[in-house]
């Protein structure tokens, strides 16, 4: 029987280092049966977090060596080294070894002006066809596991944009509702000046680490930058909207339907300590 | 109305917290033990010899039409739309070899704006420089190259909006191409036939057809755009076939931008008597 060497980060907001431990491989582990194993056996205090252990719930995510992945659904066989190694998300703060403080989603998730449907058919319904949904379907796959989150190199490296960043769970959410048959909110103003759709550089990370396998980039972002170009950068649509007398919904506009903004909306007031990170 | 203003709770005012201790090494560039590294330095490797041989072709402003002396009417895509006058004077038979008469550099080099501006702006260009020169990041989950990091939200990055314009004009020059592989057909003093020069330029005619369409801002505007797909039929119609292509679009970039500089060899080297073009029929 082969030995694993699982190489953890332990630690809290104070600091911390990697602990090793040395395990025997059982067939068909995934890397969170592992990780419970640590917990069972050599390290019971150790800090993880999870649920389902069926890659549905989102909260096992985890960096293993040194890549955005579930823990539940990695499965120890595909691993090619001896050595692995596991880290808690890195874009979040850490609360304690592999489980971190994600509340900066559930701030961005806010800023978004919900679904807003227009008065109803006369019968009091609404209708909409399957066609005009297909597209959305995608989307609403997403289990909020965050790895998109973590893994975005405008956020993942650079802590001061987070102050104008939804990031590329929130920009599938937008999609969702911006390709929304009966939605009547246009949220194209505010996606570019506040939450920050302009900062992702169409990389693609977040497309290769999303556990459902949603074409975040290709589907949603991609499609959301063309509907920005759309209300901002193109002049024949400009044209357009002025011969057909159309006006667009401003920033603000949108905002007010909003839950909640961020406070800080410039850079100026951050933190020194912020920026420096 | 939304249910939370119904209530009058909102807006909101909440902080986004920044600064907090994360954890994990810090001074660690990425904690990635695959070879992350090889698909950004392919990609820079066949970008810059791409970018090498497009220089090297576009400042010899000869060589570039085959003509009636060997029988042939073969013009090198790195040279069509050939609308710069010096054209007139090489490739005098070939339409288009007309206006710019202020222009006494190699026509190339005003020609490749388009399909430069083009590349430039793709999305999935975009992507590829913007790991493997930039470094923004060089791969998933290692560490950007650079301090501070504002995507594409400023001058000159905020340009690549324009990309839909370099699309129409992309466009435009297809037709163009599309000719000139018509052209290839006829054989001066021969009649009309088939040889592999012919089988180049269709061949390139269609591929950049094909990496066109299968463009995102194609994608969006003939349906993307929409919201009510069942009130839009064609448009509907047009945005299901543009779909798998544009799931393909990066395999499209690459073949399609090697064809075309092999395209422009091929022709280079028949119009410089290097190699002889087969006639097939
Ligand atoms: S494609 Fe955009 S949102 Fe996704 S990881 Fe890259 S920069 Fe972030
Ligand atoms: S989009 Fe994918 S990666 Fe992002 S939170 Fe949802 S499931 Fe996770
Ligand atoms: S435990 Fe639920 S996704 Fe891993
Ligand atoms: S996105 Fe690549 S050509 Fe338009």
């Not at chain 1, 193109?234 to 603000?252: H, M, N």
């Not at chain 2, 399609?256 to 290097?274: E, H, K, P």
């Amino acid at each position: 029987m082969s030995e694993v060497t699982m190489n953890v980060w332990r630690g809290d907001s104070n600091g911390g280092n990697f602990e090793q431990y040395k395990l025997e491989r059982v067939e068909g582990e995934v890397v969170l049966d592992v990780v419970h194993r640590i917990q069972a056996t050599l390290a019971p205090d150790l800090a993880c977090r999870w649920n389902c252990k069926a890659g549905k719930c989102g909260s096992c995510s985890a960096e293993i060596d040194g890549k955005p992945s579930l823990m539940c659904m990695t499965r120890m066989d595909t691993l090619p080294n001896d050595t692995i190694t596991i880290t808690p998300m890195k874009t979040f703060p850490i609360i304690k070894d592999l489980v971190t403080d994600v509340s900066f989603n559930y701030v961005m998730a806010r800023q978004i002006p919900p679904f807003t449907p227009g008065d109803p058919e006369p019968d009091g319904t609404y209708r909409m066809q399957q066609v005009d949904i297909d597209r959305a379907q995608e989307f609403h796959k997403c289990i909020e596991c965050f790895l998109c989150q973590d893994v975005c190199h405008v956020i993942r490296d650079h802590e001061v944009n987070k102050l104008y960043y939804a990031g590329p769970r929130f920009f599938v959410r937008l999609a969702s509702l911006e390709m929304h048959p009966l939605d009547t909110v246009d949220r194209r103003a505010l996606m570019r000046e506040y939450l920050g759709l302009g900062f992702c550089n169409i990389t693609k990370c977040c497309t290769e680490v999303c556990p459902e396998h949603i074409k975040i980039t290709d589907n949603a972002i991609i499609p959301l930058k063309e509907r920005v170009v759309d209300a901002s950068y193109d002049p024949i649509a400009w044209l357009g909207r002025k011969i057909r007398r159309k006006s667009k919904t401003t920033a603000e506009e949108a905002y007010e339907l909003a839950p909640a903004r961020v406070a800080p909306t410039s850079l100026d007031g951050i933190p020194a300590t912020a920026v420096e990170n | 109305m939304t249910i939370a203003q119904e209530q009058g709770t909102i807006p909101q005012v909440v902080p986004v917290e920044i600064g907090r201790p994360r954890g994990g090494p810090k001074e660690k560039r990425t904690l990635r033990t695959d070879r992350w590294w090889i698909s950004p330095a392919v990609t820079a490797t066949v970008l810059t010899s791409f970018v090498a041989y497009a220089t090297f072709a576009a400042f010899q402003g000869k060589d570039y039409y085959v003509g009636a002396k060997m029988h042939r009417d073969l013009i090198s895509p790195f040279y069509s739309p050939c609308i710069a006058e010096s054209c007139q004077r090489v490739a005098g038979s070939h339409p288009l070899g007309i206006w710019a008469s202020f222009w006494n550099f190699s026509p190339a080099l005003l020609i490749l704006i388009v399909p430069l501006g083009f590349r430039l702006t793709c999305y999935y260009y975009r992507k590829a420089y913007y790991r493997s020169f930039w470094q923004s990041p060089p791969a998933c989950g290692v560490a950007d190259g650079h301090r501070s990091y504002t995507g594409e939200t400023r001058f000159p990055l905020i340009l690549h909006n324009v990309h839909r314009y370099f699309l129409y004009l992309a466009l435009l020059f297809n037709v163009v191409l599309t000719m000139d592989a018509v052209l290839a057909f006829n054989f001066p003093g021969q009649g009309i036939g088939f040889s592999v020069g012919t089988l180049v330029l269709c061949v390139n005619a269609a591929l950049l057809w094909i990496y066109s369409v299968s463009c995102h801002a194609c994608r969006h505007i003939c349906g993307g755009q929409i919201n009510e797909f069942s009130k839009h039929k064609i448009r509907y119609r047009l945005w299901k076939m543009i779909t798998p292509l544009n799931a393909r679009h990066m395999q499209l970039a690459w073949v399609s931008l090697v064809f075309v500089a092999l395209s422009d060899l091929y022709v280079r080297l028949v119009a410089s008597g290097i190699i002889h073009d087969y006639k097939i029929f």
